[in-house]
Nanobody, 120 residues
Framework: QVQLVESGGGLVQAGGSLRLSCAASGRTFSSYAMGWFRQAPGKEREFVAAISWSGGSTYYADSVKGRFTISRDNAKNTVYLQMNSLKPEDTAVYYC?????????????WGQGTQVTVSS
């Protein structure tokens, strides 16, 4: 089992950058593929990015491709989401998720989320 805690959210102007972190408990972090999702008010949760166990493979939603970068540091049990060129439509609660499978249909473990607000 793994517990996930996100941090790094906040308020930023359009065009700015933020880096989210997701710290995982446990000694088997490298066994889990990781993902980032987001949920804006009144909208369904949507996929943002995913990374494989070693970080060798990544996958992005079209809406963030070229602006966001997912990475991980297995020595620190942490996955990151670097967000550049932020837009007001990126405003949402961002969640990290973990699963034994890369790009699963449903992730098994979720964090509590961190708020990102982009002002115009």
């Amino acid at each position: 089992q793994v517990q996930l805690v996100e941090s790094g959210g906040g308020l930023v102007q359009a065009g700015g950058s933020l880096r989210l972190s997701c710290a995982a408990s446990g000694r088997t972090f490298s066994s889990y593929a990781m993902g980032w999702f987001r949920q804006a008010p009144g909208k369904e949760r949507e996929f943002v990015a995913a990374i494989s166990w070693s970080g060798g493979s990544t996958y992005y939603a079209d809406s963030v491709k070229g602006r966001f970068t997912i990475s991980r540091d297995n020595a620190k049990n942490t996955v990151y989401l670097q967000m550049n060129s932020l837009k007001p439509e990126d405003t949402a609660v961002y969640y990290c998720a973990a699963d034994l499978h890369y790009l699963p249909y449903e992730y098994d473990y979720w964090g509590q989320g961190t708020q990102v607000t982009v002002s115009s």
